[in-house]
Nanobody
Framework: QVQVVESGGGLVQPGGSLRLSCAAS????????MGWYRQSPGKQRELVAD???????NYVDSVKGRFTISRDNAKNTVYLQMNKLKPEDTAVYYC?????????????WGQGTQVTVSS
């Protein structure tokens, strides 16, 4: 079982920055992929960015050049640095961990953290 806990959300003005953190209950090198998803009212949850155990990253087009995902294996934590924030980035952001156990993929989700971009 993997538990992930997000922190770092809040209210920020357009153009501002926030850093989200996701702390895992296990050593993150044992997790195949960790990622950030977001969901705003009336919309489906979407992948924002993810990072594999070997450091390969992937971003949705709308955040490329503005967001950076990174990992600190010593702290079992994954970060999402969000710069040049826009009102359309407003959403609940969820941390996700994907781990293969006995040949099956398992998904673990955090409780979410609200990010609001508004003047």
């Amino acid at each position: 079982q993997v538990q992930v806990v997000e922190s770092g959300g809040g209210l920020v003005q357009p153009g501002g920055s926030l850093r989200l953190s996701c702390a895992a209950s296990v050593r993150i090198f044992s997790i195949n992929t960790m990622g950030w998803y977001r969901q705003s009212p009336g919309k489906q949850r979407e992948l924002v960015a993810d990072i594999t155990s070997v450091g390969t990253t992937n971003y949705v087009d709308s955040v490329k050049g503005r967001f950076t995902i990174s990992r600190d294996n010593a702290k079992n934590t994954v970060y999402l640095q969000m710069n040049k924030l826009k009102p359309e980035d407003t959403a609940v952001y969820y941390c996700n961990a994907k781990r293969v156990v006995l040949g099956s993929w398992n998904d673990y989700w955090g409780q979410g953290t609200q990010v609001t971009v508004s003047s």
